[in-house]
């Protein structure tokens, strides 16, 4: 079964230190993943689409096929980052459906 | 400005009482979704659509009801809403090559009594 699995539910470091936000996937097809960002539960907005590979606010993500994971990293966290980042898959061989993991937390101290 | 719609952004209403939450999104998007939010649950898919008249049902889809009888519009229907549907509710879209992800709504609160 299709599953998006984010292990950490909060995550706190202190500014400057890195972050990294994990995220496995299963899914038998060839995944096409993203992360997204809510601050204080307004709209969830796209961070990264593994397909582009940009880096947006500093974070990047690589997909691992080998692991099947998609863990977001960013080496100097920022207490503006502190949010929920959400792990997401879309699954073409549905009619788009997309599929969010838990959810972490990330809690930036000063 | 490209955007998703949703109305309205809160409401409180009583048990039973027929609802609809509209969305609408204004970038020709074929895909849409409805997405409910709970503490603890995260974010859990309600219905979605691959473009006009296609719905799915997505995992948690008893007591609501949707349509897509044109591509930008996408109401999500609670035809006796029960205090269980208490949530926040997303509404979002994406064009088929998906190059700009999911564009989210600002999300509607729903409170029933």
């Known amino acids: 079964a299709q599953r998006v699995t984010q292990p950490e539910k909060l995550l706190s470091v202190f500014k400057g230190a890195p972050v990294e936000l994990k995220c496995n996937y299963s899914?038998?097809?060839?995944?096409?993943l993203f992360w997204y960002v809510q601050y204080s539960r307004q709209r969830l907005q796209l961070l990264l689409r593994?397909?582009s590979r940009e880096s947006i606010k500093g974070f990047t993500a690589d997909l691992n096929k080998g692991e099947t994971s998609f863990h977001l990293k960013k080496p100097f966290a920022q207490e503006e980052d502190s949010a929920m980042y959400y792990c997401a898959l879309f699954l073409y061989n549905q009619g788009g459906k997309l599929i969010f993991g838990q959810g972490t937390e990330l809690s930036v101290k000063p | 400005e490209a955007q998703v719609t949703q109305n309205p952004r809160y409401l409180i209403t009583v048990t039973g009482k027929k609802l609809t939450v509209t969305c609408s999104q204004n970038m020709n998007h074929e895909y849409m979704s409805w997405y409910r939010q709970d503490p603890g649950l995260g974010l859990r898919q309600i219905y979605y659509?691959?473009?006009?008249?296609?719905?799915d049902k997505g995992d948690v889809p008893e007591g609501y009801k949707v349509s897509r009888k044109e591509k930008r519009n996408f109401p999500l229907i609670l035809e006796s809403p029960s205090p269980n549907q208490t949530s926040l509710y997303f509404c979002?879209?994406?064009?088929?090559?998906?190059?700009?992800?999911?564009?989210f709504g600002s999300g509607t609160r729903l409170t029933v009594v």
């Open positions: 899914y038998s097809g060839s995944p096409e």
């Open positions: 593994h397909i």
């Open positions: 659509s691959m473009n006009v008249e296609v719905t």
């Open positions: 979002a879209s994406s064009s088929a090559d998906r190059v700009n992800g999911y564009t």
